[in-house]
């Protein structure tokens, strides 16, 4: 790898949904003041870069995913004076900060949208995709139909996600300038990298019948991302690849992304979003196996997470998170973030926060919930599957402590429904248990900060059978190995020997012999 790309390696990113993050102002809303206030906090867990959803101006019909104006702030949020504090504070301590880059499409209310709907020929009509008829069968990602009527001109616009989120015509040169406008305006107030939303829906394949992965997605990419003035930047997209494709988006001599969020392990015991299906862990495990080779062999960084704020909780979906939920948090930890690649947590993980539960739909906000709950009201589980799959399970306030509004606001009441388990799982409650998630997150950050091998030694799997993972990442001068057990107790042997480092039950004198469920131990073994 490049040296200027290793060094990616060396990331720790978390994840913050600012509008449940932390409320500065006391109106019930995370904001920038918010965040400000918790970087010592985040320097304390011991990350070294945040990826900031989106913090620009917006209707909120998607929490900020529909972007009204991309080079100033949600009212809501702050300022961009608020900005330029949290961005200095930051960087005063070393975290770089990552924003969120909406590409496909903006909100409605942005002034192209408002401008290009009014007549064919306003000029800025050329920025969005409309057709005189309803051309295909097209569903938006958020259900119902992806075309919407427009009265004025008679068209149809095409929206992949919600109608209030146009897409914008990227065929159009202009749009791209205007693109590439809103990346340098953003370096220049000293971003440092930017996550891609659904960056792969720029281009599309309408031979194919596709709203995404179309022919020209790479000469858009790198069209952008290819520039003298941004090539060093950090970028990951959010579009995943098969084998064939990862090279292509991320090989060093493509000048298109640093790296992806490759979901297959994330999709597990999923059918659709709102359903259950059978599960083994060991499927995740393969999957990360699979991936681990693959990326190592290419010599590309590979992104690591169980939780964003689009699924819910992994310990959750697929663990425990009753009797079992410090184990499962924990081992969880071990099993992702030692390994190769860029670790990425997202808000509440690193206290163990599970999902919460809910019996009214009047408890939820999310546009994506509010349109599967209509087109399914009269499944007599739709409560469940709300559950079980909105993606408000990890967008409630953060819970900071016990108290009011659990630490997060001073407000009389937080923008949404506060988390059901807030009273139980807390970081205060967390930090101050033995079992502390937040302790343990810690232990794990700070061995991958210390050791040249967890960054960028080489990945071996050592697992021999299912129900456990075993891998060891090594350089010239040491081994780490970690060990995983899943749901059931199991004894575990033909592992190599080392010195104990951390788990997550009593202190084990040998890497071999028999391991709890979620059961956890992390070794040193010296050359
Ligand atoms: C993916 C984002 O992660 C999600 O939250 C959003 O709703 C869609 N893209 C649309 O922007």
Redesign the pocket.
Known sequence: MKEENEKFLDWIVYQIYPRSFMDGNGDGIGDLKGITGKLDYLKELGVNAVWLSPCYKSPNC?NG?DISDYRDIMDEFGTLDDWKEMTAGMHERGIKLIMDF?AN?TSDRHYWFKEARKSKDNPYHGYYIWRDEIPNGWQSVFGGPAWEYNGATGEYYLHS?AVG?PDLNWENPKVRKEMADVIDYWVDMGADGFRC??LNFISKDFKKGKMFDGPKFHEYVKELFGREKVRGIFTVG?CSFGKEGIPQICGEDRDELKCIFQFEHFYIGQEGKFCRRPYKIDEARDILVKWQNFYQDEDLPYTLFTDN??NAHYISRLGNDGKYRYECATMYAVMFYLLRGIPFIYQGQEYGSPDPRYSDIKDFDDVETFNYFEANKNLPDVMDRINYGSRDNVRRPVCWNGGKNYGFSSADKAWITLHSRGEEVNLERDVNSEKSVFAFYKKVLALRKESGAVRHGRFTDLTAGEGYFAYERSDANESILAVCNFENPKSIEGLPCGEYLFGNGAKRRDSNGSYAPYETAVFRIKR
């Open positions: 998607d995913y909406v499409h996600f989120q939303d659904v959010e704020h689009d």
